[in-house]
């Protein structure tokens, strides 16, 4: 997905944070924390919260990658021929991403157990949908939330969080 900037007359990526399009072409913007989360949700921590824009329809934006998720993949004119990525998990499984060292660090929703991961220096929680990772203070990471595929398709090198097999 690309975001539009009126300002910059700019196309930035999502997964990323840099510009593909337009003047400000290879700059890249700082991560910030975020959560990604319900308005439920977030109303109930943050009643005092306001919008910045009306909704949308629900039944109209849901409907526009209604038919790219029935595919059960990426349509590869997006990605190009060189994007491959493995079969893990379906192609449209969420995963919460984030950058350790300028490299991608992923970390697959579904493999995800409730409750706090531990994963060196990080602390992964998930709460049925809502996934955040933590830093050894407790502070929010930066992270972006994306496909299974897209990982591999942004993020060549990066590596991927799996769970520990108990052994025995």
């Given at each position: 997905m690309l975001y539009w900037d009126r300002e910059t007359q700019s196309f930035w990526s999502q997964m990323t944070g840099e510009c593909v399009v337009g003047p400000s072409t290879g700059k890249k913007l700082k991560w910030i924390p975020t959560e990604v989360t319900t308005w439920a949700k977030w109303r109930?921590?943050?009643p005092k919260s306001t919008v910045l824009a009306p909704v949308w329809?629900?039944?109209?934006y849901r409907g526009a990658y209604r038919s790219y998720h029935r595919r059960g993949k990426p349509i590869a004119r997006f990605l190009g021929n060189k994007v491959t990525y493995p079969k893990t998990y379906k192609a449209f499984d969420l995963c919460t991403i984030i950058r350790v060292n300028g490299k991608?660090?992923?970390y697959p929703h579904p493999a995800l157990?409730?409750?706090?991961t531990k994963d060196g220096a990080f602390t992964?929680?998930?709460t049925g949908d809502h996934v955040v990772v933590k830093d050894a203070t407790g502070k929010l990471v930066p992270a972006v939330q994306g496909y299974w595929f897209s990982f591999f398709a942004f993020y060549e090198g990066g590596t991927v969080w799996a769970p520990t097999k108990k052994k025995g």
């Open positions: 109930a921590r943050h329809d629900k039944k109209r991608g660090r992923c157990p409730e409750g706090e992964v929680v998930k």
